[in-house]
């Protein structure tokens, strides 16, 4: 079955079922996102694009006085976030859900938050940007986010060259494959993974929707944002984890 050029709500409960096997090495993608994240005390943590919510699930787990605003644009996410994220003790009181569109710049303001953010977080969103549109909400989130806060990123990263691309696409099948065997204890996922073309870096034509940048110009973004240690903390199959700390 095709892609499609958008994303309804039949791709969010897809996702639901099947993104435990589609996104490579999941577990250690949302540990390096935690382990960049100074301790924020009882302060404000903003998920953005929360999916079916297990980063903010970890993020509540992590730093257990912490409240966590989770925005998404689909209602099939963002009920799921708020079941993913009912099952942490106290954290009925910590965790809150708004919608949103990612593209649009009105929800990006420090008056549009309840509390100070000491950090943004997001895992696999931001490359339906274009670039213009990373660097612009780079610039804002930097802006919004308290002093001494986090922009810590989730995601596929445009590889530079032919060669490096079809290494990050047979990394992610490789990954997807071995996922779905020891996951499922069977090939079952791996085969709607290569039905469904998920794997970007091995399309000849992408997905419309898609917009991935490099992760060499989107350090370059954060810096001029005005973030500093600026660096990356995890990278396989064209995924990567990055950010910095105003």
Request: charged fraction near 25%; proline fraction near 7%; include cysteine.
């Amino acid at each position: 079955m095709d892609r499609q050029p958008g994303w309804d709500e039949a791709d969010s409960r897809d996702f639901i079922d099947l993104g435990r096997f589609f996104v490579p090495e999941r577990e250690e993608q949302i540990a390096a996102v935690l382990g960049l994240i100074p301790d924020p005390g009882d302060g404000l943590l903003v998920d953005l694009c929360c999916g079916e919510g297990l980063l903010s699930r970890a993020l509540l787990e992590r730093f257990p006085r912490a409240r966590v605003l989770a925005f998404d644009l689909s209602p099939t996410m963002l009920a799921q976030a708020r079941a993913t994220c009912a099952v942490i003790s106290g954290g009925a009181g910590r965790f809150d859900t708004r919608p949103f569109d990612l593209a649009d710049r009105s929800w990006r303001f420090r008056d549009q938050f309840p509390a100070p953010v000491h950090a943004f977080v997001s895992s696999l969103a931001i490359h339906h940007l274009d670039g213009e549109g990373k660097r612009q909400l780079y610039r804002d989130l930097a802006a919004a986010l308290a002093p001494g806060g986090a922009l810590v990123i989730a995601d596929l990263v445009q590889p530079a060259t032919p060669p490096s691309q079809a290494l990050a696409a047979k990394a992610w099948d490789d990954a997807v494959r071995r996922r779905s065997l020891e996951l499922a204890g069977g090939l079952g996922p791996y085969e709607k993974f290569l039905d469904m073309r998920w794997n970007l870096w091995a399309e000849t034509e992408p997905d419309p929707i898609d917009h991935p940048s490099t992760l060499l110009d989107q350090l370059r973004w954060l810096e001029e944002a005005g973030l500093n240690g600026v660096d990356v903390a995890w990278l396989k199959a064209g995924h990567a984890v990055f950010g910095g700390i105003r």
